[in-house]
Each structure stands twice: as C-alpha cells, then as structure tokens.
C-alpha cells in the first residue's frame, strides 16, 4: 500500500488492545476488522485418534471440544500443509485440562491452561493424538484469532458555550474514545456520559474524518499488535495480487 496511515496504543495487554487507526478510509478501516477475523491462519486441531476413552463423552464430543482450545500461532514460522502433532493422556479420578495436552513442538502450546475438556471418574482414561493444522476463519471459526473485533469513529468534543442555569440536562451518551484538543480520553473515564465530563457546558460533537478507534481481542493464539499486522499485510498482499491481475 502507497497510504500511510498512523497507530496509536490507548489501552495494551497481551490479548486485548484499544488502539487508533489515522489516514484510512471507512472501507479499509472495514477491511481490516474482516481481515482479523477471517484471513490471518492460526493453528486449531483438527484430527483426532483415540486411543482409549473410557469417560461418559463421545469421541466426537472431546474432539469438538479439542478443536476450540487455542493454540500459540507464532507468525511466519508455519506452512499450510504442515501438521503439529499434540496428545493427551489423562486417568480418573481427574479433569483433563488443556493443560494437560503435549505438543510436539514447543512453539505451540494451548493458549490458556485451565479449559476442561472433560471430568474424568474412577477408573476412566482419556488417551488420543490430535493433528493441529493451519487455517484461517474462512474456513472454520476455531482458526478466528480475532474473537471480538469492532472499530467505531473516533470523535471530537469542543465546547460551544455554557449551559443555561435552568436548563434541562439529558445524558448524551457516548462510547469509545473521544479527542479533546490533542488528548484522547476514553468515555468509560466519565461513565460514558458527556454530562458528567462537562456538567456545565455545551458541547458539540463531530466525527474526526479518516480515524477509527479499534477494541480488539483475541483468543491467546497470538497477541493484538500480530493479529493487527498480519491482517493488514493480508489486505496488502490481496491487493498485490487485483493489481497484477488487472494489469494482465
């Protein structure tokens, strides 16, 4: 892409971020909302040999299951046909947790820990191989590394006069962040409610042109600031590729 667009970071954590897009447009910034839910691959199982079952779940049942754990997806470092081999070995009385999966690769781990898969009695034993493979969320919504995408305008706030001593105040409600001369405050700050952030004061409210405030989370398989990158390079590399079709 030729367009230079700016990110700014208003709230950063590991697997959730609000953040600023500036100098996109409303179709881009659309663009990379879908390109975080459904082009950037991640790893999910998707085969599953038992071995043994004993509980009071069906093979299909655990292997659905499985199929949702998240699994570490470490950018560029896998192929489409490649296959991560995992098992699990678990005996009663016990919870197979996603924990208790073994890869065999030390690259991917279960993203979280504590997701039972299934409670286990005296006397009962789960023990299987899964194969992990690579896919996008095209394909299936186990392999969405981004599982709450959302942008909205970013809007700015200035004050056009005060407010009438006798005047009725309603709530203006508005969520998300919001620009106040050079500063960015998030509304949750103030309840959401302008009357509180400016209790004697009018205010106007307009939509800043070709800025976007993005909340994202994703599901462990990798962190925001990855998903966001490999979206936009997905974007980048689909219009690579209309370009070099359209000038055939």
């Known amino acids: 892409m030729d367009e ?47 071995i043994e079952n004993s509980s009071v779940m069906f093979d299909e049942q655990i292997a659905l299951r499985l199929g949702l754990v998240p699994l570490s997806t470490p950018p560029n470092e896998f192929d489409e046909d490649d296959v991560v081999t995992l098992s699990l070995d678990v005996s009663g009385p016990a919870t197979a947790y996603s924990g208790d999966i073994v890869s065999s690769d030390e690259m991917v781990q279960p993203a979280e820990e504590n997701v039972p898969i299934i409670d286990l009695k005296d006397g009962q034993r789960l023990e299987l191989e899964a194969d992990a493979v690579l896919s996008t969320g095209k394909d299936h ?27 009725d105040v309603d709530p203006e409600i508005y969520r998300g962040v919001i620009q106040e001369g050079d500063e960015l405050v998030d509304t949750a700050e103030f309840d959401h409610d302008l009357t509180n952030r400016y209790p004697d004061q009018e205010v106007a409210v307009e939509d800043v042109e070709h800025a976007f405030v993005f909340s994202v989370e994703t599901d462990g398989s990798m962190s925001v600031e ?23």
Do not use: C, W
């Open 141 to 167: 919504a186990k392999h969405q590394g981004g599982v709450a995408v959302g942008y909205r305008n970013l809007q700015r706030v200035e004050t056009v006069g005060d407010r009438g001593e006798f005047e």
């Open 226 to 248: 990855e998903l966001f990158t490999r979206a936009v390079e997905s974007l980048d590399a689909r219009a690579a590729e209309l370009e070099d079709a359209v000038s055939l």
């Open 4 to 50: 230079e667009y700016d990110v700014e970071f208003i709230e950063r954590e590991e697997r959730s971020a609000k953040f600023l897009v500036r100098g996109v447009t409303p179709a881009f910034a659309n663009g990379i909302r879908r390109a975080m839910i459904a082009d950037v691959p991640t790893l999910a199982i998707d085969e599953v040999r038992f």
